[in-house]
């Protein structure tokens, strides 16, 4: 168990809504990392927070944006979705900076 | 770009051998590599990871070895054992970054 949670484990949408993905990081750790892993492509960076404030972008959509609260838990939100958005999504925490990541157990999403 | 490559897609090993992982990367910035396992249904548990000031660090049967001049660096796991049975992933990371570049990641089997 890394101590990263993630909510919910699984979701099953359809084309065009909205979902919201959870996550809360490790006791301790200022920093929550998003990435998605689809079947063709490996683990891709989407975003990181540092204690609430926008760190870092990756190859995240216009269409996904995300956050990170006072009580450093962050939320994920995908909107307008397709069915090439079927991935899972990871989301992992550190202390701060470039050191270790401690990855949550995922939400696996299929848009239908 | 892939920056992160890990050019063996599977490995098969007898228990008890040693299984070695290899990983190559193109980014001369990056100074932080870290190995990850994942069993399918399950985020990425970290293994073992090394620092660009050195070339080798060991923690129980995993070894990492770092050979910056090659831009290369790989995993030793010795002795095998049939619950190292998982997907291997390689990731870089520089200091000033924060967010993991990964491999595509090399499935290890090992075998009775």
């Known amino acids: 168990d890394s101590g990263v949670t993630q909510t919910p484990k699984h979701l099953i949408t359809a084309t065009g809504q909205r979902v919201t993905l959870r996550c809360s990081p490790r006791s301790g750790d200022l920093s929550v990392y998003w990435y998605q892993q689809s079947l063709d492509q490996g683990l891709q960076f989407l975003i990181q927070y540092y204690n609430g404030e926008e760190r870092a972008k990756g190859n995240i959509l216009e269409r996904f944006s995300a956050q990170q609260f006072p009580d450093l838990h962050s939320e994920l939100n995908l909107s307008s979705l397709e069915l090439g958005d079927s991935a899972l999504y990871f989301c992992a925490s550190s202390a701060g900076g470039a050191e270790t990541q401690y990855f949550g157990p995922g939400t696996r999403l299929l848009v239908l | 770009d892939q920056q992160v490559k890990q050019n063996s897609p599977s490995l098969s090993v007898q228990e008890g051998r040693i299984s070695i992982l290899n990983c190559d990367y193109t980014n001369s910035m990056f100074d932080y590599f870290l190995w990850y396992k994942k069993y399918p249904a399950e985020g990425p548990t970290f293994l073992i990871s090394i620092s660009s000031i050195k070339d080798k660090n060991e923690d129980g049967r995993f070894t990492v070895f770092l050979n910056k001049s090659a831009k290369h660096l790989s995993l030793h796991i010795v002795p095998s054992q049939p619950g190292d049975s998982a997907v291997y992933f390689c990731?870089?990371?520089?200091?000033?970054?924060?967010?993991?570049?990964f491999g595509a990641g090399t499935q290890v089997v090992v075998t009775p």
């Open positions: 990731a870089a990371s520089a200091v000033s970054w924060g967010k993991l570049q």
